[in-house]
């Protein structure tokens, strides 16, 4: 901070030494040259004044040549003094530029949609995700041209001009038609605090997946109720019936006693497929990896679900049985036998009387290969989005007596996955349903991969 007043002492200093010399030098020489012009008019000794004339203007040059030398100096210095501010304020440009592409490129990576407005409602910046948030071109120029003539939805238009008079952050949904679809936009407007011009931000963020997930959220809870309610209901009736009739009639409290002994059993399964679907979405921490033959895992499912195919008189068929012993996978037991299990019985439920059921086995590009197929009902293209979620069933007016809980297709999905396989299912509608599993082959090395993992 002392550097500008030592520069300005330097130069102050440096006129007074100039000043000096041209006060009392120059004296000196004026003096000595009328001096010796007054010697030589009347004959006085020359030499002496010469020698003093010519020493004058020797002191006199030297103090002019010092003065030159030690101004040049302080230039150099005071010029040096600058070009390093020069190179400074250089570098901070630098940097400057080099944040501001960062933040731009940022900026253009974000998924969120982002808009910066100046006070007078343009356009300052607007990233890609903004762009297609709102159904704009691209490539079209926006920088510059007001929000209300490019932006043409009223509601966020009526928002942001509010927004920038009540200094008040606006948050709502939108809804922007594009080609397509209709998408709903979650909308943050604020107001920018140490901006210049006092502008506006806006947030944009799609909230479509969102919105989804709480429909199913809400829907799964709704389901869940009406399911674990029905057959508390239907036990609460028996049980009061059987109290009525206990001593009256026997055999009718005998059969009621059934009934709710078949009500609690539902229950019971139930809450295990929910215990399940759990279990699978919780990841692989709870899967014991191994070699698995499917093959086996059908045996075990068929001892299930052969008295229930009897009962209806449907056949249960394995083509060519014992001859895909070979078939190993790399899977969990348990879960491996659950996925068979459910599939099986899914087809049994929806096959009506007489009909058949094939399950067979298939080596495919590394994958074990386990197709269920039935000549049941089948299932139509819009139910065949939606078939794998929770409680959701294909026939609304079905009556939940066929004993299935709506859990069974959305475990066999989590199971699936969680062991690196694929599921997908075939059908129409009236000509029965095909449904295709595929889990990873049974390799020593990938064994041994997975059991390093944590």
């Not at 570098?91 to 501001?100: A, D, F, P, S």
Request: aromatic share 6%.
């Amino acid at each position: 901070m002392q550097e500008p007043h030592n520069e300005v002492e330097n130069s102050q200093r440096l006129d007074r030494e100039l000043g000096g010399v041209s006060r009392f030098e120059v004296g000196w020489a004026i003096g000595s040259v009328a001096f010796f012009l007054i010697g030589t008019i009347f004959g006085w000794v020359l030499l002496p004044t010469a020698l003093v004339f010519l020493l004058v203007i020797a002191v006199l040059l030297s103090r002019l040549v010092s003065a030159k030398k030690k101004f040049g100096l302080d230039s150099r210095v005071m010029f040096g003094r600058y070009r390093e501010e020069i190179e400074r304020s250089q570098q901070h440009w630098e940097l400057v530029k080099r944040e501001t592409s960062e933040t731009i490129a940022a900026f253009s990576f974000m998924k969120d949609g982002v808009v910066v407005l100046s006070n007078d409602l343009k356009i300052e910046l607007i990233n890609p995700a903004a762009r297609g948030l709102l159904s704009l071109d691209p490539d079209q120029k926006l920088v510059g041209r007001s929000f209300a003539e490019v932006i043409r939805l009223p509601k966020m238009t009526f928002r942001v001009q509010t927004a920038l008079d009540s200094d008040k952050a606006q948050d709502f949904v939108v809804d922007v038609q594009n080609e397509l679809v209709v998408r709903p936009v979650d909308v943050r407007i604020d107001r920018i605090v140490h901006h210049s011009s006092g502008g506006l931000v806006i947030g944009l963020r799609d909230v479509t997946e969102a919105q989804r997930v709480e429909a199913m959220r809400r829907e799964f809870i709704a389901n869940i109720s009406h399911e674990l309610k029905t057959p508390l209901a239907a036990i609460k009736g028996y049980a009061e019936t059987v109290e009525d009739a206990m001593q009256d009639d026997p055999d009718a409290a005998f059969h009621f006693m059934g009934q709710i002994r078949m009500q609690c059993v539902r229950l019971e399964t139930l809450v295990a497929d929910m215990m399940r679907l759990a279990r699978a979405q919780s990841g692989k921490k709870n899967f014991v990896f191994g070699a698995v033959s499917v093959e086996e895992c059908i045996q075990e499912a068929l001892l299930t679900n052969q008295p229930i195919a009897d009962q209806k008189g449907i056949e249960l068929q394995i083509p060519n049985p014992g001859e895909h012993r070979d078939e190993i996978a790399f899977a969990d037991f348990d879960a491996t036998v659950t996925i068979v299990n459910n599939l099986i019985s899914n087809a049994v439920r929806y096959t009506p009387s007489g009909g058949t059921v094939v399950i067979e086995l298939k080596r495919i590009d590394g994958f074990v290969k386990l197709i269920v197929r039935d000549n049941g009902v089948g299932i139509s293209p819009s139910d065949q989005e939606r078939i794998f979620e929770r409680f959701y069933r294909v026939e609304k007016s079905r009556e939940t007596i066929d004993g299935g809980t709506g859990i069974g297709l959305a475990l066999v999905k989590n199971l699936v996955v969680t062991m690196a396989g694929e599921v997908r299912v075939a059908s129409t509608s009236g000509n029965g349903a095909a449904f295709e599993v595929l889990l990873p082959l049974f390799d020593e090395a990938l064994a041994m991969k997975d059991a390093d993992l944590p």
